[in-house]
């Protein structure tokens, strides 16, 4: 296994995050404990989990998981335990959002499922756009994404005086250690630091975002606004959602899986598994070396269902990719071409 400092932080982790939302979903306890186990035995030490996982109404069945897991005994020393906040645990007006009276029972509340003391990285699963999680919830029917129109009398959510006041609350007590965040903008990254470089507080050192050779948004902003932060970029989705491990067509598995092709995905993909069949590695191997090669991403979180999948991810981490290869891998994904405002304007 290959090491690297999270972000600006002095902590060392894996160049490969084990991500447990499947557990208790897709696996189940007895899996994933075997999953957790395979991951210690491979000296993967960053795992990352979140309130919502595993059951979105709030009963913190992942973090429970892991909790029944690190009871056994031996194990919470030897990992580096992210875990997440924002969406509703509860049906209270106060049980989402960012503020620091949530943060603080959100925070309790996973260490006891987690049965630890302290969570390594506590990180914001969202922005706080002071939208009401009522309506938040309302934004996917069915699995799919419906567009709201939101009031514009609402509040325009937590402010970042509030936010770190609930972060040293949390750091002081001994219950958190780092920040971080996910699915933030370039732009929040840049005023969060901001903000706690007036407190004296470290800030953000770590950000989930999207980020695969099939969507490349984040090389237009994520990405600078990483590396002149000194935040690590942790990557969700490194797969594209089975579209770079094989896993979806345009015909009925695409269909199952809610994520089908359209015909020119159907064409990027088949070019990709000829080109990575040329080299003899699998493509999901191949999309992992690819984000792991960036010197901005500090791990791609891979979401294992069994320990096959985990065994195979770890083959990425010795895999070395040359130029030439990186080029035709621009060539069937072209990226922006450039961070903003060079990739669109002189």
Known sequence: MI?????????????????????????DEKESFRIMDRALELNINFFDTANRYGDPKGEGITESIIGRWLALGGRRERIFLASKFFGPMGSGANDGNLSAYHMRQACDDSLRRLQTD?????????????IPHRLADLAFVDGNKEKILYPPHLSPGTRWPEIWQGYEQLTGAGKIIYAGSSNFAAWNIAQANEKA????YLGLISEQSKYNLAQRTVELEMVPVCREYQVGLICWSPLAGGMLAGKLDSSDSGRRSGLQLTP??????????????????????????????????????IGPRTVEQLESAVR???????????????????????????????
Request: aromatic share 8%.
């Open 3 to 27: 090491y690297t400092q999270l972000g600006k932080s002095g902590v060392k982790v894996s160049k490969l995050c084990l991500g447990t939302m499947n557990f208790g979903s897709k696996c």
């Open 118 to 130: 302290r969570i390594d990285l506590y990180q914001m699963h969202h922005i706080d756009r002071g």
């Open 197 to 200: 470089l007036a407190r004296n």
């Open 264 to 301: 020119r995905q159907s064409e990027q993909k088949e070019r990709y598994e000829k080109l990575c069949a040329e080299i003899g590695e699998a493509p999901a191997v191949v999309a992992l070396a690819w984000l792991i090669s960036n010197p901005v991403v500090t791990a791609p979180i």
């Open 316 to 346: 990425a981490i010795e895999l070395e990719l040359d130029d030439e290869f990186m080029q035709k891998l621009d060539e069937i994904f072209p990226g922006p071409g450039n961070q903003a405002p060079e990739a669109y304007a002189w």
